[in-house]
């Protein structure tokens, strides 16, 4: 099964894809995450995309489709994918199509979390994680036991510096000039499902649940 998260930063991507990952046994791919591991290590990759990432930019789509090429090539055996942050343009997604064709593969759901931005805005200026075990805190709904302290490794929370307030409106600005386009794109080829993320965590993974399973026994 192949699924792609598509919504805006702040939206719940990453909190889904690691729920509905763990349930529907698929393997999570976040560009996100791959490229922020890849600047924590320091590596080539990494020392290309960050500028990029810490100004709110996209980071060069070939760099970005040879990482994930290389990772979904990876992870081939599995029972299937969540695309998490990818694509996250037309020219991304036309790409990831024709790597699709020649693969035969096919993309079930394209699942849109969809949210206003005076919500986007205010979950993301809440947003603290730990850098251990990237576990994802937000003020004042998901509170660690213990004030800046994550519960599982007792680490210093941190925020990432692409939730500043100026880098905010700058993704925000992004995702409206070149990822939005991508949910009339999947509408049109009628794989796209709106999900109303503007309620509780616990509702939306619900709602994706139900909708993914009606792919499953279609
Ligand atoms: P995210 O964690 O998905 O919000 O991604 C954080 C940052 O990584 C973005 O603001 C971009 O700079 C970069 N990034 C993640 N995915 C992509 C992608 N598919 N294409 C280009 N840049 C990306």
Not at 33 to 41: F, G, Q, Y
Not at 77 to 90: I, K, Q, S, T
Not at 112 to 128: H, I, M, Q
Not at 140 to 151: A, I
Request: proline residues 5%.
């Amino acid at each position: 099964m192949i699924l792609i998260l598509l919504g805006a930063p702040g939206s719940g991507k990453g909190t889904q894809a690691k729920r509905l990952t763990e349930k529907l046994g698929l393997t999570h791919l976040s560009t996100g995450d791959i490229l922020r591991e890849a600047v924590k290590a320091g590596t080539d990759l990494g020392n290309k995309a960050k500028g990029f990432m810490n100004s709110g930019e996209l980071v060069p789509d070939d760099l970005i489709i040879d990482m994930i090429t290389a990772k979904m090539e990876e992870n081939a055996a599995g029972a299937g994918f969540m695309l998490d942050g990818f694509p996250r343009n037309l020219a991304q997604a036309e790409r990831l199509s024709e790597i699709f064709e020649k693969k035969n593969l096919v993309i079930d759901q394209v699942i849109y979390l969809n949210a206003p931005e005076a919500e986007l805005v205010k979950r993301l200026s809440g947003r603290f994680y730990c850098p251990q075990c990237n576990a994802g805190y937000n003020y004042p709904m998901h509170l660690p036991k213990n004030e800046g302290v994550c519960d599982n490794e007792g680490e210093k929370l941190l925020r990432r510096p692409d939730d500043e307030e100026d880098v905010v409106q700058k993704r925000l600005s992004v995702y409206r000039e070149q990822t939005s386009p991508l949910e009339e794109y999947y509408r049109s080829q009628g794989n796209l499902v709106e999900i109303d993320a503007n309620t509780s965590p616990d509702q939306v993974t619900e709602e994706i649940i139900s909708s993914v399973s009606k792919v499953k026994t279609a």
